[in-house]
């Protein structure tokens, strides 16, 4: 309604302009009336012809793509995407941008197509194209693939955060977690206010036994986001969880404030509430930990790990019938998982 209450009045703009000087040339000499014409032209040009080829331009190829991802319309969406590329000379520059509105709806093996035929065109200096192709890959379980592509970008650009970034998130991925470390290191260089690389380093040094390291790290994430005011939850959760590892009471105790913070900021994760019950069962704060297990269970009934720590409250509480059920259903809930493809 806005767009066409727009064109209505640039027309009716435009139609009083040249009304005016219609006005005014009746009665002028011809010279005055050639440089009149002239200037009527120039005002046209500037008042008209701009809304009027705003109103043929076609929608961008990438806006109606998305459009129809967004919609569900993948056949459609091919259909148009693969006439669009057949009808102009062949251009890495146009795969790897088709390529990434697949890449933003996650149509991975779309996208992969598209941004290998990027690379095919243009290798070198394409990092974009190998950056995405690695992370598209990594969701279609082809490991080394994925790797050796987040390399690659790395080597085109090393000036790019998120290329070091990815890189490392997938060694560590991968279960290679020293092999990680440099990577992280040069993304926190790069750019030290991402919280995110905290996290990965944190992760990684906790996975190779250095704990005070890991801690330090994850603190600076949760400096980070609070620092930005954000309500992103996990850092207290990847904190609470490194200080859980031991059965010191004191760490039980800054562990539990972790993750109460964390439940603060997301009520609903389940996570958040079993780390509460798992501190407090350290503490040995029965009644509150069945609580937060409780819930736990209740937020994610497929989880087995509440039950278990469950069957130790229940034992705890004297309640043999409650601990029994809930071994049962760990044990239950274990089978099940371990089945699953």
Known sequence: MNETTDEHRSVHLCSSVVSFFCSLLGD???GKVRCSIIWLC????LF????LYAMVQPEPITSQLANLLTAGKLAEADLISKRYLSERPASSETFLEIGRVYFDHDQWERAADLLRESIKLKNQNNDVAHLLLGLSLAELKQAEESERELLVAVQQNPRSEINWYFAGWRLLQRSKYE????YFYKALELNPKNPNTCRALGSALSRTGSYGLAENYYKKAIELVEQEGSQT?????????LLLLGNQQESAGQALEYARKAVTLNPQSADAHYLC?????????????RNELVSAAQLKPQDGRPHFLLA???DRLGDTQQARAARQTFARLSNKNATSP
């Open 233 to 241: 939850f996990e850092p207290y959760l990847d904190l609470s969880y």
């Open 42 to 45: 120039i005002l046209c040009s």
């Open 28 to 30: 002028a000499p011809l």
């Open 312 to 314: 130790q409250v229940y």
């Open 179 to 182: 092999a990680s470390l440099p």
């Open 48 to 51: 008209l012809l701009p809304g």
């Open 277 to 289: 019950g798992k501190a407090l069962l350290k503490l040995e704060r029965y009644p509150e930990a």
